[in-house]
Structures are given as structure tokens and as C-alpha cells.
């Protein structure tokens, strides 16, 4: 083989020149790195059962469990797969975040991320790998969630646009919740305690208007989850799918999802810096 | 157009500190294009430590570093596109195979695909490891892992390759592999920066060998100046009662008794003839021996010698 058995004199000489197209090509370089960081983290979920179990059948479990075991008992005034849904795609999204936490937190723990260094990586193409990746398994996730609901009954009266507004913003919900989420897995010490990590996130939905109405829910509670940012977000696709969207929810919706994505994405770059 | 005829990397008064925790203090290096030049220690010396600086993963607290004629401080780049590191602890990626791990390696450095695909059989082949190429990393071996990892790095043909303790905690024939391996990059005009714990292994592959102990350099030179410092070989004898000892201490020249362990220390080359010659005394005077070994320098020979303390962490503290 030519390349590897080459006189030292060559490989320096094809060494440069790979330096120089290196340096010419540094615009899209981010970008490349980027998508190959991807199909890496898409092989490492695909290959990992317990991400599959908990991003994409734990939902469905839930979703079972919900409509046929729970859902009667709670009086929600329509069939209980017809208002669950929503709160369901958000819980799709939430359960996928630890898989992405373990798996940053291996990245920068397990000696990987220096050999990335000290190859001229493009730093972010690291950390966009992740999201992206995640994004992918989210809108997987969300997809099954919505197959699934109308196998359960679940119908919607909602128009193509409306549709593709309420997939828009569950996808944002999804974007913001992976920077986050890639924050807290280089914050960890360990990957056992990043998939800790996103708990609260795994929760915050339960104590929201997903699985039952806020209205219903005790003193103290309920103005958490009217408040809580998960709750303008279910709400505005709730709205969509029902085919009556309200602009006030959706507005907030965004603006939540836009401002978790930054602090996550500021908190990212920091620790990152800090760390790697 | 970078002048290699002269170092490969020159460091002056390297200093890095971690708190109050003084880890490198002051080391100069230099090391010749083309050769192994192998950084000697015990665990906690600082040697990881100097190859995390020079190789731009830490930014050191002072002095000046050269690798291939590149400041590390102001062009961290372009040390990056000639250095390739292959760290303690393997970094292969283990949900991924053999193959994968080489491809990612080949399409992060943006090689055509052609020439990637190129590049990744004939490192599998060179590594012996086209069998297990298909299997993911975390089925391999720990001799299996580190071969993958140094595969890993010679994807882009690198200049200057720092291997830091590249066979710990493998077993003997692997580390006999690595050996080779390491044998044949030099031989390719590869230089390499490697750091061991085991004096041996600096003996075998380097040319250059410097000691570090406690963020100080305590030698420098070629394995035989270094050896010269170093008590040479022995063997020892221990006896049963204090009675034996004595008696064997009187008629073996220039040994040393320890009456504490019962243990005598008598120079000795190690070689058969003088082995033979050395039971046959003890026969003549029917000693009998309760335990027999021959101790060739080690690490912590060298470091009593070069020291005045054993190389072991407990030892320092």
C-alpha cells in the first residue's frame, strides 16, 4: 500500500498539502465535521438497546399505559387519547434526552474528546453533532407517538398547515431541550450521573397540562404548571391539533423554546471551553 | 517548507502548575528528527503532563515549545496537522468497529474517499486487525484496543507521534507488538515521543532517554550513559538462619548482607558461567540457600541511583 509504506519524504510533502486544503476549505469544514459527528452519534444510538428502550418504547409504554390503565379515571371531557397526545409528544422528546447526556459526558470523559482536539475538529461540530443526532431520534420518537395515537383513536380536525406547525414547534420544544440537555451532560462528572442529570427534565412535563388539566391540580401546583414553560408549549399543539390555534400560546411556546435553546447553548460553549 | 534536520521539538524551561501543586518545573528538552526519544518516570512525575502540553491540549504556565519548528502557543494549528497522539488510556470509540473508528478518523481529517477507504485496509492489515475489523471496539482486547488507537493516529501519516505509555497494563507479547510497531515508524522517518515507566522499554526502542522525576529532570543521555549510573545486576540469596548468612557473606566477595530479611546481594553479570561459579562456592562450603533469584536494573534502581529514592509513589509521599 502506497499511502502507508511511502518514504517518509513523500507522506511530509502529502501532510502539507493536506494542511493547506485544510486551511482553504475552513468554512464548510464546520459543517462536514458536523455531519460526520452526526452519522457517528445516529450509529451510537442505533446500536445502544437501552437508548432505543428509553427514547422511543418507553413513550409508547407510556402512552398505553395512560389511555387504557389511567387515562379513564382522569375526567379530561373528551376520549383521553384525544387529549393526551400532545402532552405524549412532549414526553417523547424528554425520555430521549438521557441517551444524549450519557453520550456527551462519555465524549468528554473517555478520552475521545482530546484525540478530536488534537485533530483540528471544528470544537462545535462536537457538540452540534449531539443535537442534531438527538433531534433525529426526537422527531423518530414523535412520529411513533402520533403513528400511534391514531391507531388508539386519537382524530384531528387540523389542516396540513396546522399540522405543520404544531410537528414546528414540537420539533423547536425538541432543539431546545438537546442544547440543554448537551449542557448538562459536559457539566456531569461522570456519564452514571449525567443520565441523573436530565430528570427534572424528564418530569417537568408530568407536572404540566400533558397527562391531566392543570386546573385540577392542587394549590401551589397548579400555578407551577400554568407557568411552567411546558405548558404554553402543549397547549399551542393541543390548539393546532384541534384545529382552534391560539396565537398567545404558540408566541410563548416559541419564546420559551428560543431562550432555553440559548441558555443551553451559551452554558454549552462555556463549560465546553472550560472543560475540553 | 519546515526545516526537520535539526528538532523535532525543543522545549525550554517548561513550567506548569495546578494550584499549589508545582508538576513541571522547569524541563528542557530536545529531540532529534527521525528517533525515538523516550521520556523516563514513575507515575505521577509529570509525564503525561508534558505530553498534554505539547501536544496543545494544556497551555503551560511558562517557557517556550517548538514542535516541528511551530510555536505551540501561537500556532496551535499547525502543530495539530503534523503531531498524532496516542494517550494512556485508549481512545477508541467502542460502539463503533475497527473499520468505523478509521474511517471517522479519515473523514475528520477530509481525505478523499477513495484515499480514505485506501488508508483504513492497509492500517487494518497492518495492525493484523482486518479478522476483528467488523466488530465493534468494545470487544477487543486491551492489545486489540491499543493497536486500534495507534491505528487511529497514523490515519494522516503524522510527523511527530506521541505515544504516552503506550504498552501499561499490556501483556508481554502485545507489548513486543508495540515494540515492533514503534520500530518500524522510526524506520519511516517517524519521530517519536514516548514515555514508559519501564526502563526496559526506553532501553529497547529509544536513542535518547531523560528521566523525570517530580517535575525534574534528573538525567539525560543515551540507555548505555544512563545504565553506567545504575548499579548493575545482582542476585540475591536469602538464608534461613542468621548462622548461613554470615558464612555465605564470608566467602562471596563483595556482597552485602541484610541481616533484617536474611538476604545477601552479590554482584553479578547474570550470565551462566558466573551463576555456575557462584552455586559451586556455595556448595564447596555447604551453604544452603532458601531462595535464589537474579535482579537485572529496573526503574527503581535507577531512580535510588539517580535519586536517592525509590520511584514508588508510596516511597514519596
Same mark, same amino acid.
Given at each position: 500500500?502506497?499511502?502507508?509504506?511511502?518514504?517518509?519524504?513523500?507522506?511530509?510533502?502529502?501532510?502539507?498539502?493536506?494542511?493547506?486544503?485544510?486551511?482553504?476549505?475552513?468554512?464548510?469544514?464546520?459543517?462536514?465535521?458536523?455531519?460526520?459527528?452526526?452519522?457517528?452519534?445516529?450509529?451510537?444510538?442505533?446500536?445502544?438497546?437501552?437508548?432505543?428502550f428509553n427514547g422511543v418504547l418507553m413513550p409508547v409504554v407510556l402512552m398505553l399505559l395512560l389511555?387504557?390503565?389511567?387515562?379513564?379515571?382522569?375526567?379530561?371531557?373528551?376520549?383521553?387519547?384525544?387529549?393526551?397526545?400532545?402532552?405524549?409528544?412532549?414526553?417523547?422528546?424528554?425520555?430521549?434526552?438521557?441517551?444524549?447526556?450519557?453520550?456527551?459526558?462519555?465524549?468528554?470523559?473517555?478520552?475521545?474528546?482530546?484525540?478530536?482536539?488534537?485533530?483540528?475538529? @471544528?470544537? /462545535?461540530?462536537?457538540?452540534?453533532?449531539?443535537?442534531?443526532?438527538?433531534? %433525529? &431520534? =426526537? +422527531? !423518530? *420518537?414523535? #412520529?411513533?407517538?402520533?403513528?400511534?395515537a391514531f391507531a388508539l383513536g386519537f382524530r384531528s380536525p387540523a389542516s396540513g398547515l396546522e399540522?405543520?406547525?404544531?410537528?414546528?414547534?414540537?420539533?423547536?420544544?425538541?432543539?431546545?431541550?438537546?442544547?440543554?440537555?448537551?449542557?448538562?451532560?459536559?457539566?456531569?462528572?461522570?456519564?452514571? @450521573?449525567? /443520565?441523573?442529570?436530565?430528570?427534572?427534565?424528564?418530569?417537568?412535563?408530568? %407536572? &404540566? =397540562? +400533558? !397527562? *391531566?388539566? #392543570?386546573?385540577?391540580?392542587?394549590?401551589?401546583?397548579?400555578?407551577?404548571?400554568?407557568?411552567?414553560?411546558?405548558?404554553?408549549?402543549?397547549?399551542?399543539?393541543?390548539?393546532?391539533?384541534?384545529?382552534?390555534?391560539?396565537?398567545?400560546?404558540?408566541?410563548?411556546?416559541?419564546?420559551?423554546?428560543?431562550?432555553?435553546?440559548?441558555?443551553?447553548?451559551?452554558?454549552?460553549?462555556?463549560?465546553?471551553?472550560?472543560?475540553? | 517548507?519546515?526545516?526537520?534536520?535539526?528538532?523535532?521539538?525543543?522545549?525550554?524551561?517548561?513550567?506548569?502548575?495546578?494550584?499549589?501543586?508545582?508538576?513541571?518545573?522547569?524541563?528542557?528538552?530536545?529531540?532529534?528528527?527521525?528517533?525515538?526519544?523516550?521520556?523516563?518516570?514513575?507515575?505521577?512525575?509529570?509525564?503525561?503532563?508534558?505530553?498534554?502540553?505539547?501536544?496543545?491540549?494544556?497551555?503551560?504556565?511558562?517557557?517556550?515549545?517548538?514542535?516541528?519548528?511551530?510555536?505551540?502557543?501561537?500556532?496551535?494549528?499547525?502543530?495539530?496537522?503534523?503531531?498524532?497522539?496516542?494517550?494512556?488510556?485508549?481512545?477508541?470509540?467502542?460502539?463503533?468497529?475497527?473499520?468505523?473508528?478509521?474511517?471517522?478518523?479519515?473523514?475528520?481529517?477530509?481525505?478523499?474517499?477513495?484515499?480514505?477507504?485506501?488508508?483504513?485496509?492497509?492500517?487494518?492489515?497492518?495492525?493484523?486487525?482486518?479478522?476483528?475489523?467488523?466488530?465493534?471496539?468494545?470487544?477487543?482486547?486491551?492489545?486489540?484496543?491499543?493497536?486500534?488507537?495507534?491505528?487511529?493516529?497514523?490515519?494522516?501519516?503524522?510527523?511527530?507521534?506521541?505515544?504516552?505509555?503506550?504498552?501499561?497494563?499490556?501483556?508481554?507479547?502485545?507489548?513486543?507488538?508495540?515494540?515492533?510497531?514503534?520500530?518500524?515508524?522510526?524506520?519511516?522517518?517517524?519521530?517519536?515521543?514516548?514515555?514508559?515507566?519501564?526502563l526496559e522499554e526506553a532501553d529497547q526502542l529509544a536513542s535518547q532517554i531523560a528521566v523525570l522525576?517530580?517535575?525534574?529532570?534528573?538525567?539525560?543521555?543515551?540507555?548505555?550513559?544512563?545504565?553506567?549510573?545504575?548499579?548493575?545486576?545482582?542476585?540475591?540469596?536469602?538464608?534461613?538462619?542468621?548462622?548461613?548468612?554470615?558464612?555465605?557473606?564470608?566467602?562471596?566477595?563483595?556482597?552485602?548482607?541484610?541481616?533484617?530479611?536474611?538476604?545477601?546481594?552479590?554482584?553479578?553479570?547474570?550470565?551462566?558461567?558466573?551463576?555456575?561459579?557462584?552455586?559451586?562456592?556455595?556448595?564447596?562450603?555447604?551453604?544452603?540457600?532458601?531462595?535464589?533469584?537474579?535482579?537485572?536494573?529496573?526503574?527503581?534502581?535507577?531512580?535510588?541511583?539517580?535519586?536517592?529514592?525509590?520511584?514508588?509513589?508510596?516511597?514519596?509521599?
Amino acid at each position: 500500500m502506497s499511502t502507508t509504506t511511502a518514504p517518509s519524504t513523500d507522506s511530509r510533502i502529502k501532510s502539507h498539502e493536506r494542511g493547506g486544503d485544510r486551511t482553504m476549505s475552513t468554512i464548510s469544514a464546520p459543517l462536514t465535521d458536523a455531519r460526520i459527528m452526526l452519522r457517528r452519534n445516529l450509529k451510537h444510538i442505533l446500536r445502544n438497546p437501552v437508548t432505543i428502550f428509553n427514547g422511543v418504547l418507553m413513550p409508547v409504554v407510556l402512552m398505553l399505559l395512560l389511555v387504557y390503565v389511567f387515562g379513564g379515571a382522569f375526567n379530561v371531557g373528551e376520549h383521553y387519547v384525544q387529549y393526551a397526545t400532545p402532552g405524549l409528544m412532549l414526553l417523547a422528546i424528554t425520555y430521549g434526552l438521557s441517551g444524549t447526556a450519557v453520550s456527551v459526558s462519555s465524549d468528554m470523559t473517555k478520552g475521545i474528546i482530546n484525540r478530536f482536539k488534537v485533530m483540528n475538529v @471544528s470544537r /462545535g461540530a462536537v457538540l452540534t453533532g449531539h443535537v442534531a443526532a438527538n433531534l %433525529v &431520534s =426526537s +422527531a !423518530v *420518537a414523535i #412520529a411513533v407517538i402520533i403513528g400511534m395515537a391514531f391507531a388508539l383513536g386519537f382524530r384531528s380536525p387540523a389542516s396540513g398547515l396546522e399540522w405543520l406547525a404544531a410537528i414546528g414547534i414540537a420539533l423547536a420544544a425538541a432543539f431546545a431541550a438537546a442544547w440543554l440537555t448537551v449542557a448538562l451532560g459536559i457539566f456531569a462528572k461522570t456519564p452514571e @450521573s449525567a /443520565g441523573l442529570t436530565v430528570v427534572p427534565l424528564i418530569l417537568l412535563p408530568f %407536572v &404540566s =397540562s +400533558a !397527562v *391531566a388539566p #392543570a386546573a385540577k391540580m392542587g394549590e401551589g401546583v397548579r400555578q407551577f404548571a400554568q407557568f411552567q414553560p411546558f405548558t404554553p408549549i402543549i397547549e399551542s399543539l393541543r390548539g393546532l391539533l384541534d384545529g382552534h390555534p391560539s396565537g398567545g400560546y404558540a408566541a410563548a411556546a416559541l419564546a420559551w423554546c428560543a431562550g432555553i435553546a440559548l441558555v443551553g447553548y451559551l452554558w454549552s460553549r462555556a463549560t465546553f471551553i472550560k472543560r475540553a | 517548507m519546515i526545516d526537520m534536520t535539526t528538532s523535532a521539538i525543543a522545549v525550554q524551561g517548561l513550567r506548569k502548575t495546578y494550584g499549589d501543586k508545582i508538576v513541571l518545573d522547569g524541563i528542557d528538552l530536545d529531540v532529534a528528527a527521525g528517533t525515538v526519544f523516550s521520556l523516563l518516570g514513575p507515575n505521577g512525575a509529570g509525564k503525561t503532563t508534558t505530553v498534554n502540553v505539547l501536544t496543545t491540549l494544556i497551555k503551560a504556565d511558562g517557557g517556550t515549545v517548538q514542535v516541528a519548528g511551530h510555536d505551540i502557543a501561537a500556532e496551535a494549528k499547525a502543530v495539530r496537522t503534523v503531531i498524532g497522539v496516542t494517550g494512556q488510556f485508549a481512545a477508541v470509540d467502542d460502539l463503533l468497529t475497527g473499520q468505523e473508528n478509521l474511517q471517522l478518523m479519515a473523514d475528520l481529517h477530509h481525505l478523499p474517499s477513495g484515499q480514505g477507504k485506501q488508508v483504513v485496509t492497509s492500517l487494518l492489515e497492518r495492525f493484523d486487525l482486518t479478522e476483528s475489523a467488523r466488530k465493534t471496539a468494545a470487544t477487543y482486547s486491551g492489545g486489540m484496543r491499543r493497536k486500534l488507537d495507534l491505528a487511529m493516529t497514523l490515519v494522516t501519516r503524522p510527523q511527530i507521534i506521541f505515544l504516552d505509555e503506550p504498552t501499561t497494563g499490556l501483556d508481554p507479547r502485545s507489548r513486543r507488538t508495540m515494540w515492533d510497531i514503534i520500530r518500524d515508524l522510526v524506520a519511516d522517518g517517524v519521530t517519536v515521543f514516548l514515555t514508559t515507566q519501564y526502563l526496559e522499554e526506553a532501553d529497547q526502542l529509544a536513542s535518547q532517554i531523560a528521566v523525570l522525576d517530580q517535575g525534574h529532570l534528573v538525567a539525560e543521555g543515551t540507555p548505555d550513559q544512563l545504565k553506567r549510573q545504575v548499579p548493575g545486576s545482582h542476585v540475591q540469596l536469602r538464608f534461613s538462619d542468621v548462622t548461613a548468612l554470615d558464612t555465605a557473606a564470608r566467602v562471596l566477595n563483595g556482597s552485602t548482607a541484610d541481616d533484617a530479611n536474611l538476604t545477601l546481594r552479590v554482584p553479578s553479570d547474570g550470565g551462566v558461567r558466573s551463576l555456575r561459579a557462584l552455586l559451586n562456592r556455595l556448595d564447596e562450603h555447604s551453604i544452603d540457600a532458601e531462595e535464589f533469584s537474579v535482579h537485572t536494573p529496573d526503574l527503581d534502581d535507577v531512580f535510588l541511583a539517580l535519586t536517592g529514592h525509590p520511584s514508588t509513589e508510596e516511597a514519596i509521599s
